[in-house]
């Protein structure tokens, strides 16, 4: 048997090339003035500029560290939903997910695309979906990333397991494709957005799935909450408790066919907890590199964010479970990388 796939389920393009970020000053700025608002023609990046952002920084760490294949997608505290109106995110949204696609197109071997949604906050999610099917159809895409809370931390939309939501999830159950639940920057200054306002989300949503009795309408939804799945692991009994008290069936039973988490938590004693209380079948690869911790941890002399490292570490995995980890339940959560990948003969 050929070792395991390391398929990472959790990456952005947070190197895009600084053009990309220029033209987003821009249009924030003609929100204010709308002779500064730029076309979406004058963003300007090569493929040599992109070739250069990848191979320097994601692709050099994968090769490093003995990463194969990176879900990628556009920047998540770029996303910034709150900032001027659906227009304005249907552009950016856009912009960013064609960016995306350019990587997979050069780096084809490496990079599959999750798409951003151009959600706005109040505005029904149905205008999502146009951009939603482009991703899939036209670009390929696996899965999207959906923010539970377009507004930037002041959580004005209603939960996950609001009706408001279900033509996102006709079409996601249409393409057999998973969200990532996963908050853009916060505009709110009582949270950080990534040591607070990720977290806060990743532990939201999970309790508001457990109220809510949304895999009864939709049996084959997937969502993968993110960070490890924010407080949920450490507060395990109290959640099993609090589904016990709401008359709900066991989490085994009420979430766990549906819901998922990823790796992306940055020290061995985190994983090890991860590993030991949720089920091997519900935990994915990830490392979110690049992104919210880049540092090298002093303790470790690794980066925080090489958490294959910890993964090979944990006592609580034996060889057949990593390779669910590393590999098979990444497939089985995402179809269509499964069916890409059989076509590479993988």
């Not at 508001?208 to 949920?232: E, M, N, S, V, W």
């Amino acid at each position: 048997m050929r070792p395991p796939l390391v398929i990472d389920v959790h990456g952005h393009y947070t190197t895009a090339p600084k053009a990309l970020e220029a033209w987003r000053n821009r249009q924030i700025a003609g929100l204010n003035d709308p002779a500064q608002t730029p076309s979406p023609s004058e963003l300007r990046i090569s493929d040599d500029e992109i070739r250069e952002s990848i191979e320097t920084n994601q692709l050099a760490k994968m090769r490093e560290r003995g990463g194969d294949l990176t879900i990628f997608s556009p920047r998540a505290s770029f996303m910034a939903h709150h900032i001027g109106d659906f227009n304005t995110s249907a552009t950016w949204a856009a912009i960013c997910n064609e960016l995306v696609y350019r990587v997979t197109q050069l780096f084809p071997d490496h990079f599959v695309g999750a798409a951003m949604l151009p959600q706005s906050p109040g505005v029904d999610p149905r205008t999502c979906i146009p951009e939603l099917r482009k991703c899939i159809e036209q670009y390929g895409f696996v899965g999207i990333n959906l923010n539970p809370d377009p507004s930037g931390g002041h959580w004005r939309e209603p939960p996950l397991t609001d009706r408001w939501w279900y033509p996102i999830y006709e079409v996601m159950v249409e393409y057999d494709i998973p969200a990532m639940v996963h908050v853009s920057t916060s505009c709110n200054a009582c949270f950080h957005t990534t040591g607070a306002h990720y977290i806060n989300a990743d532990t939201t949503a999970f309790m508001q799935l457990i109220q809510g009795d949304l895999f009864k309408d939709f049996p084959t939804l997937r969502f993968i909450i993110p960070h490890g799945g924010g407080a949920a692991p450490y507060h395990w009994g109290r959640y099993r408790g609090l589904a016990q008290e709401l008359k709900k069936p066991p989490l085994q039973q009420h979430l766990l066919g549906n819901v998922f988490f990823d790796t992306c938590v940055y020290h061995q004693p985190g994983i090890d907890l991860l590993t030991k209380v949720v089920p091997v079948d519900n935990i994915l690869f990830a490392s979110e590199m690049i992104g919210a911790v880049r540092g090298i941890d002093p303790e470790t002399g690794h980066h925080y964010d090489d958490t294959k490292r910890y993964v090979l570490a944990t006592p609580h995995l034996d060889e057949a479970a990593r390779r669910k980890v590393f590999e098979t339940n990444a497939r089985r959560v995402f179809p269509r990388l499964d069916a890409k990948l059989k076509a590479r003969g993988l």
